[in-house]
């Protein structure tokens, strides 16, 4: 009757012993492909990533061309604004205006920067000042600071002209 017993146990967990290999061979697959998905998840976002900074980079260098086309657009527009309308009165009168206001800012601009060196100078060689001061003075007064912002404005206004005339040849 053991033997019976026995055996009939056997025999039942002699036909369950292959479903249990089955079921963790599968678990162990099943566990095998989550993590495989897992990669190829990690590889597709990464190279999602990499797309999207791409595409960024492009149209961010888009942009820049865009705007460089705008402002050659509006160096043309006020380049094309300042031609002769071939009304001769008016057209001396545009010619004239520009350099002779420009000249008696000038003019007016050297008369007080001279007499504010002048008196920098005097109060040198008066010993009240040396000359590290006197520099100073100068240089860091509102009349340093407008030569300085004059010689910025005429070497960048040279600047861009020389580069127009490389972009686009007269």
Known sequence: MITALISSVLGMVGGLI???FKEVRESRE???ELERMDRTADLQLKMLEAQTEAKLAEIDSNLVVEEMKAFSKQMENIYSGQKPINIPFVDAFNALIRPSTAS???LMFVVTASFYIF???GLMKAGDINIFTAAEVIWT???GEAIQAV???LFGYRS???AIRRIRPA
Do not use: Q
């Open 18 to 20: 292959p479903d249990i």
């Open 30 to 32: 099943h566990s095998r």
């Open 104 to 106: 008696l800012i000038m």
């Open 119 to 121: 008196g920098a100078v």
């Open 141 to 143: 007064s509102m009349i």
């Open 151 to 153: 010689l910025g404005y």
């Open 160 to 162: 861009t002209k020389s």
